[in-house]
Structures are given as structure tokens and as C-alpha cells.
């Protein structure tokens, strides 16, 4: 039976990813801060499953404390899931370093930071899933949300080069661009329904992609052709508008 990490458990997404999984017979490692909030997702999965699911302590921007978080972990995982993520305040960040900074983290210093661990070991195992949860933010700075918009550009960019370096190693590498998620991250934004994914349905596709071994994949396919005009439009133009 397979082991699944899931990093930032205690998301909407992570939460929706734990309940398919454990469904489909998936062992768990449940990895968030606050681990403790954890124990009854714990023990739900464990009676309606009949799974092992294990609750560990995990703050992505503690980065010092991520090898000993992963080097105690028993067993290892088979596919590790980086859900986490922080939109933050963009006015704020533009005057607050502290702001600024812990987007970038959120999204991307201590996503890299777990992920080269977890990598490194499936590297040397010859096998192995790695997810990272992205965003369609990164495809274009726009001067509502470049702080986030550039740590998901970096992240993505982090993720295609893992991708190509661990092909030869048979560890495969998703990267995965949801556009807007009905999650607290964005309560009380009005977003368009149809371009606006659940939580089960960002599950669902995260599962289907992992298990069918695809590279990239948009949670709703609109997103990339959407993207692709945005990504399109002259800089000339492109600086002009309000995005």
C-alpha cells in the first residue's frame, strides 16, 4: 500500500486530497503547523478507510527544521503533495518587507526547501511521485498580485527543471496551475463561477494526474487558453493595463 505525503494538510485542497486518497486505499502522512488540528481528520480516515495515517509537525518557512522533519519520518513516503501556499496582502507587502517576504517564502523558499529533501530521496530510491501546487499567477506579473504572481513563477519554473533532472531517475513531476479555489484564500473575492474550481475537483484531478503520470495540467482548461492570450499581449500594451 502507498504512502502519500501531504504537505499544508490542513487546506481545503489537502483536506479533499486526504479523504479521495485514503477512499482509494492510500496510506497518509498528514504535514501541516498545528499538527494537532489534524487528529480527528486522523482518526475519520482511520475508522471509514481502515488506513494508517500519520499527523506530523511542519511550518514551511521554518526551512532549517525540514531535514529532521523528513529524515524522521517512518516509513518514507512513495508521492509527496506541496499544497501549501499564502496570497498575503499585495498593498501591504508593497510597504511591509515582513509582508513581502512571507508570500515569497509561503510560495516558494520553503517549497523548494521540502521538495529538494523529498527529491532527493526518491532520487536515490529510482522511484517516486512529487505534486506542487502552482498557479496560473505566474505565467504573467500583473501589478495586482506580482509578489505571489512571481514566487508561483519561480515555483513552476523549480518544478519543470526537478521534472527534467529526475526523468532518468523514473521520479515523476507534476505541476499543477488551479486558477481561482473556493478556499479561504480568496473569501469575499468575487470570482467567476466558471472559472472557479472546488476543493474535491482540485483533488480529483491532482489524483487522476499523478496516477496517469501528466507534466502539467490546468484544473480548469479554460485557464490555459485564458493564459495563453494574457502571455500573448505586447508589453507596450501589456503595461497599459489594469490587471
Same mark, same amino acid.
Given at each position: $500500500?502507498? /504512502?502519500?505525503?501531504?504537505?499544508?494538510?490542513?487546506?481545503? @485542497?489537502?483536506?479533499?486530497?486526504? &479523504?479521495?486518497?485514503?477512499?482509494?486505499?492510500?496510506?497518509?502522512?498528514?504535514?501541516?503547523?498545528?499538527?494537532?488540528?489534524?487528529?480527528?481528520?486522523?482518526? #475519520?480516515?482511520?475508522?471509514?478507510?481502515?488506513?494508517?495515517?500519520?499527523?506530523? *509537525?511542519? &511550518?514551511?518557512?521554518?526551512?532549517? /527544521?525540514?531535514?529532521?522533519?523528513?529524515?524522521?519520518?517512518?516509513?518514507?513516503? #512513495?508521492?509527496?503533495?506541496?499544497?501549501?501556499?499564502?496570497?498575503? &496582502?499585495? *498593498?501591504?507587502?508593497?510597504?511591509?518587507? *515582513? *509582508?513581502?517576504?512571507?508570500?515569497? =517564502?509561503?510560495?516558494? @523558499?520553503?517549497?523548494?526547501?521540502?521538495?529538494?529533501?523529498?527529491?532527493?530521496?526518491?532520487?536515490?530510491?529510482?522511484?517516486? @511521485?512529487?505534486?506542487?501546487?502552482?498557479?496560473?499567477?505566474?505565467?504573467?506579473?500583473?501589478?495586482?498580485?506580482?509578489?505571489?504572481?512571481?514566487?508561483?513563477?519561480?515555483? =513552476?519554473?523549480y518544478l519543470s527543471g526537478l521534472r527534467n533532472r529526475l526523468f532518468k531517475s523514473s521520479v515523476h513531476? @507534476? =505541476?499543477?496551475?488551479?486558477?481561482?479555489?473556493?478556499?479561504? $484564500?480568496?473569501?469575499?473575492?468575487?470570482?467567476?463561477?466558471?472559472?472557479?474550481?472546488?476543493? #474535491?475537483?482540485?483533488?480529483?484531478?491532482?489524483i487522476g494526474a499523478m496516477q496517469a503520470k501528466r507534466n502539467v495540467i490546468y484544473i480548469v482548461p479554460?485557464?490555459?487558453?485564458? $493564459?495563453?492570450?494574457?502571455?500573448s499581449i505586447p508589453e507596450s500594451i501589456f503595461k497599459r493595463l489594469r490587471l
Amino acid at each position: $500500500m502507498t /504512502t502519500v505525503l501531504i504537505l499544508g494538510a490542513t487546506s481545503e @485542497v489537502a483536506l479533499a486530497l486526504a &479523504d479521495q486518497l485514503a477512499a482509494k486505499s492510500f496510506n497518509l502522512i498528514l504535514a501541516a503547523r498545528h499538527a494537532e488540528r489534524l487528529n480527528p481528520v486522523k482518526a #475519520d480516515l482511520t475508522i471509514r478507510f481502515g488506513v494508517t495515517v500519520t499527523v506530523a *509537525e511542519f &511550518d514551511a518557512a521554518q526551512v532549517t /527544521t525540514h531535514a529532521d522533519f523528513y529524515a524522521q519520518l517512518s516509513p518514507k513516503p #512513495d508521492a509527496a503533495i506541496c499544497v501549501f501556499g499564502f496570497l498575503g &496582502d499585495h *498593498e501591504k507587502a508593497i510597504q511591509n518587507w *515582513e *509582508e513581502c517576504a512571507t508570500i515569497l =517564502t509561503s510560495n516558494f @523558499v520553503g517549497a523548494v526547501s521540502i521538495l529538494n529533501i523529498v527529491a532527493n530521496d526518491f532520487e536515490n530510491r529510482k522511484a517516486g @511521485v512529487l505534486v506542487g501546487v502552482s498557479s496560473v499567477a505566474g505565467e504573467r506579473g500583473r501589478q495586482s498580485n506580482y509578489f505571489y504572481g512571481s514566487a508561483k513563477a519561480g515555483f =513552476t519554473a523549480y518544478l519543470s527543471g526537478l521534472r527534467n533532472r529526475l526523468f532518468k531517475s523514473s521520479v515523476h513531476v @507534476v =505541476t499543477v496551475k488551479p486558477g481561482f479555489i473556493r478556499t479561504r $484564500m480568496i473569501a469575499g473575492i468575487p470570482t467567476p463561477g466558471l472559472l472557479t474550481a472546488s476543493a #474535491d475537483q482540485v483533488a480529483r484531478k491532482i489524483i487522476g494526474a499523478m496516477q496517469a503520470k501528466r507534466n502539467v495540467i490546468y484544473i480548469v482548461p479554460a485557464w490555459r487558453w485564458i $493564459m495563453l492570450v494574457i502571455r500573448s499581449i505586447p508589453e507596450s500594451i501589456f503595461k497599459r493595463l489594469r490587471l
